[in-house]
């Protein structure tokens, strides 16, 4: 289909872009948050590292 046919074409398509970086933000946020506050770290006890930051900073009275 020519998209000279379709003059909704170009209208459309900046939309399904701002949909598309949603998502990819969206999705990277909720990596982060994962790795940030769910997920067993290796170190410091096993705990994920935003926990053992706040953790620290309530400990040197930062928090």
Not at 18 to 34: K, N, P, Y
Not at 37 to 60: D, Y
Request: contains cysteine.
């Amino acid at each position: 289909m020519d998209h000279s046919s379709c003059p909704n074409s170009i209208e459309v398509l900046p939309y399904h872009e701002q949909v598309g970086h949603i998502a990819r933000q969206h999705s990277g946020q909720g990596l982060m948050h994962r790795y940030n506050w769910i997920r067993p770290h290796q170190f410091n006890q096993g705990l994920a590292p935003a926990v053992t930051e706040e953790k620290l900073n309530v400990v040197s009275g930062m928090g």
